[in-house]
């Protein structure tokens, strides 16, 4: 009887031991996904500075651009971190969020050395882009949180990415007229179905 108390005793020993070595294990997993989510942030503070020093000696929409640029290309990697870090489908929808607002915001400048029709054409593009964007991050979101809405998310966004689509391909034909209007305008209809 002895022998069995003193091998339950053993046995529960064990499992608490290994209970607290696990513990300490994912403390430790923790700790270093932390350091390392941490270490991405000042890594994307050092490179936006980096990056906007290099701006300065720029002119005009150019300087405006670079700028830009460089303040997307912080905030992407910074979203990223935290996607890495907190491993949910939120965080990885913000870090697409972040990317996609990042690329209208630099596209959107460059439009602005253009001017006429090819600056309309040029900011329904970036629209284009972004709606698509968006849409791919809801999709993806939906993907990893309920199978179930995928398919939705996915018809969701590719009706906003074809109505988006359509406006910019309508936007290229304000710049033509006569029949080339005319067919133009047919053609971006039938392509995208409206």
Excluded: F, W
């Excluded at 270490?39 to 405006?64: L, V, W």
């Excluded at 959107?108 to 593009?125: F, H, I, Q």
């Excluded at 809801?138 to 996915?154: H, L």
């Amino acid at each position: 009887m002895s022998h069995r108390i003193a091998m339950n005793v053993l046995t529960c020993a064990c499992i608490a031991a290994a209970g607290m070595l696990g513990a300490t294990t994912a403390s430790a997993a923790d700790a270093a996904a932390k350091d390392r989510y941490e270490a991405a942030q000042k890594s994307a503070e050092a490179d936006y500075k980096a990056a906007s020093a290099r701006c300065e000696d720029m002119k005009d929409n150019a300087k405006k651009i670079c700028v830009e640029d460089a303040k997307g290309k912080e905030k992407i990697a910074k979203a990223n971190a935290e996607g890495d870090y907190k491993q949910t489908p939120k965080a990885r929808y913000d870090a697409a969020i972040a990317k996609a607002d990042a690329d209208y915001s630099v596209a959107k400048l460059r439009c602005d050395d253009k001017k006429g029709n090819e600056k309309d054409v040029c900011v329904k593009d970036a629209d284009a882009a972004k709606t698509k964007a968006y849409g791919d991050a809801k999709v993806m979101r939906t993907s990893r949180e309920s199978s179930k809405d995928t398919m939705a998310a996915r018809q969701d966004a590719n009706a906003d990415a074809n109505k988006a689509e359509y406006k910019a391909a309508m936007e290229r034909c304000d710049s033509l007229a006569g029949n080339s209007k005319d067919s133009c305008v047919a053609d971006a209809k039938s392509r995208y179905h409206q």
